[in-house]
């Protein structure tokens, strides 16, 4: 057997050890692992003084111990992290500070970021129809083409260039087209840095790297020692790991060149509202209600059911077996459908009458604060929503229910004044992006991550590239070529609209809220409302025209105004030629037609209307059939000589099947209404103004007691990217 001081004995190699005679003591266990402990906290303190004397910019520092390689300390002082010269081209060096430090400290001005073009192309040729084919080229090889057909690609134009005499050539690569177009400037601020597996440290680039890492970790007698690198099978040595970064000045410079981005910047730390809400309290309440047996398998399968009847508009996530099995693996954006629209249905008889109405604050809360513009008085009543439901939580529910999550949605507001709409900042994008990784497709070979990086950045500011190298108008024809060929928007100089007046977004607004002062359908509307490419003009269907022409003789006061198929007057006819349109997009509200199909998702809709009495506004549902563009011009002899001074002859509308009303009005207070799953019959109100839609809505069919089928319509937020 061995001496017992052999085994709970151990040599100490600590400072304090080490300053003995013996240059290290022996010592039990756990006395070295308090002596190495204590080592560690004061190399950090003392490293932490000697960073706060010598640091003269404000930069986040990673503390490493002293290493035996000056090589090391190279490679970590060119990493991201240390240098503040790699990020904002500092030349000071550490020894040219004085006690003034807030005088010393350099900062960066936004004039720094507009100096240096980040898309200068110096050889780009001077004819504009050259510009666009080497453009297109590019663009259109970076989305579609690999390298070598890139190459192909470039020959085929070639030979087109010549046959028709053309003085111009592309270069015959790739990447020479790319530099001489500009566009490899897009990726040069990427650096690819060398890092340690083990301890983390990080070199300049595979050239500069030991072979193996000479940093010591704190506390060590030795250097880490791992393999930087390994070889592949071309013998070539590659990094184990690799670290890709993005200049941070690069990607400021081509911000600060679109406008208004100064103005736009986020500053400070805000509140996640997708984590906030959705998946934090609306999840934390159903694990409540599923703990305590407030719902069980019976009311989940229910739920289920009436589930399976809802349609919801295009931009939520349906919800039908994820309810029936409990709720399990759910997301956040399944979270956000359940809460904005499947909850105040299918929870109505499930929870108890008063936990049911404080689940309705917080709801009616969400709806106030997903919304993309949102007015201060919107923010105030759905902060008043969120106090009287954290404070009812706190007397319906055991105190543990209160997190610091929830205390959070207090501080909502604030977060929305300072910050703007949520669409701003909340996290969907990032998860958005992740699911965009998940599927990038690879090699399989080494260096995904400068691959991804590459790409993600070329796609991120292809829009910025093409508006800088298309400077002249005559290019404007062009973008819409171009624009096919990049992820993101391109902003245009001139865009034709409808209208030959400009589209105020007041007038717009005050169209869809406002129903004593209805817009007429000729008024203007957003440039990116329409698509590209219209349909060939068709004949309307003659049902469907006698309601258009009523609407045009009561609009304008026209009782005059004959049908196409009358001839027998002398009165202006109406035209029965029509352009039918897939879909519009006003200001982020997409909006689709059933175009005969039994239902689209995006054709549930809902428009404000005068009661016949005139004093109450009613709020009617329906779906849209098709949409539609009409020209109709005022006659002369027409005695509106103002209205005619700015008609427009252009008119945009919808023709609507509207739901037949219900007298049911119980579930008006929940935010939902009732109405029969049938149509009403058609007349000159089906034809309505897009200008007059009000919102989108999800409908869901259930069974009365009495066995009697209603639709229940949910109202949903109104996007308004304004």
């Given amino acids: 057997m061995f001496p017992s001081t052999q085994i709970h004995t151990l040599d100490c190699h600590c400072i304090k050890c080490h300053n003995s005679h013996q240059k290290s003591s022996y010592a039990a266990k756990r006395t070295e692992s308090r002596h190495n402990k204590r080592a560690r906290v004061e190399g950090i303190r003392i490293f932490e003084n000697t960073a706060m004397r010598n640091m003269d910019v404000d930069t986040e520092v990673i503390p490493t111990s002293r290493s035996d390689s000056v090589e090391a300390m190279d490679g970590q002082a060119n990493s991201p992290f240390l240098d503040a010269a790699s990020m904002f081209d500092n030349d000071r060096d550490d020894n040219d500070f004085d006690d003034n430090v807030e005088d010393e400290v350099n900062e960066i001005e936004i004039e720094d970021f507009n100096s240096e073009d980040p898309f200068a192309a110096p050889d780009m040729p001077e004819n504009e129809v050259h510009q666009f084919i080497a453009i297109f080229t590019v663009l259109f090889a970076s989305r579609h083409v690999v390298d070598k057909g890139a190459a192909v690609l470039i020959e085929f134009i070639n030979n087109l260039l010549r046959i028709y005499d053309q003085d111009f050539q592309l270069p015959t690569s790739l990447a020479g087209l790319q530099k001489m177009t500009g566009f490899s400037a897009i990726t040069k601020g990427i650096k690819i840095f060398v890092v340690c597996q083990d301890c983390h440290t990080v070199y300049q680039d595979i050239v500069s790297a030991p072979p193996r890492c000479v940093s010591s970790k704190l506390g060590a007698r030795s250097a880490c020692n791992c ?3 390994k070889s592949i099978s071309s013998g070539a040595l590659v ?193 958005r992006y992740n699911d965009i990784l998940k599927n990038f497709k690879t090699n399989g070979k080494d260096g995904f991550e400068a691959t991804y990086m590459k790409n993600f950045v070329q796609n991120a500011y292809k829009g910025d590239y093409v508006n800088a190298v298309l400077k002249s108008s005559s290019q404007i024809p062009f973008i819409h070529t171009l624009s096919k060929l990049v992820t993101t928007s391109i902003p245009a100089a001139t865009v034709t609209t409808l209208s030959s007046r400009p589209f105020r977004l007041q007038a717009f607004v005050q169209g869809y809220t406002d129903p004593y002062n209805p817009p007429k359908g000729n008024e203007p509307l957003p440039p990116s409302t329409f698509p590209l490419k219209y349909k060939k003009p068709s004949v309307m269907d003659d049902s469907d025209y006698l309601h258009l022409l009523e609407y045009y003789q009561v609009t304008y006061n026209l009782p005059d105004l004959a049908s196409y198929q009358d001839t027998s007057y002398n009165h202006p006819a109406l035209d029965n030629q029509i352009i039918k349109l897939k879909s519009i997009d006003i200001l982020g509200q997409h909006y689709r037609g059933t175009n005969n199909s039994t239902i689209s998702r995006r054709s549930l809709v809902q428009a404000k209307f005068v009661g016949s009495n005139g004093n109450i506004i009613l709020g009617f549902a329906g779906q849209i059939q098709y949409l539609f563009t009409h020209s109709f011009q005022l006659p002369p002899t027409h005695n509106l000589h103002l209205t005619r001074m700015v008609h427009d002859h252009q008119h945009v509308f919808a023709f609507i099947k509207w739901f037949c009303t219900s007298s049911d009005r119980s579930r008006e207070d929940d935010g939902v209404e009732f109405c029969l799953p049938t149509f009403s019959p058609d007349s000159y109100h089906s034809i309505i103004p897009v200008h007059r839609i009000l919102l989108e809505v999800a409908t869901a069919t259930i069974a009365t007691s009495r066995n009697v089928s209603k639709m229940l319509v949910i109202p949903l937020p109104k996007k308004l990217y304004a």
């Fill in 227 to 229: 393999n930087l690198t």
């Fill in 239 to 431: 990094a184990k790991r690799e670290y890709v970064y993005q200049s941070i000045k690069n990607t400021l410079s081509v911000f600060f060149r679109r406008p208004s981005f100064e103005a736009k910047i986020l500053r400070g730390t805000i509140i996640d509202p997708m984590h906030n809400l959705f998946l934090g309290t609306s999840k934390r309440l159903m694990d409540r209600w599923i703990d305590e047996k407030t719902i069980g398998p019976e009311e989940f399968a229910s739920m289920e059911k009436i589930a399976e009847t809802m349609v919801l508009p295009r931009d939520y996530t349906t919800l039908t077996t994820k309810i029936g099995k409990g709720f399990s693996y759910m997301k956040a954006d399944e979270w956000k459908s359940w809460v904005l629209v499947y909850s105040p249905v299918l929870l109505h008889g499930i929870l108890p009458p008063l936990q049911f109405k404080n689940w309705m604050y917080f709801i009616d809360a969400c709806r106030y604060y997903v919304k993309p513009s949102i007015t201060f008085d919107e923010i105030t009543t759905a902060h008043s929503l969120l106090e009287k439901f954290c404070n009812a939580c706190n007397v319906d529910y055991t105190a543990t229910i209160l997190t610091c999550n929830m205390h959070l949605h207090l501080h909502l507001h604030e977060c929305i004044r300072d910050f703007g709409p949520v669409y701003g900042y909340w996290l969907f994008g990032f998860e």
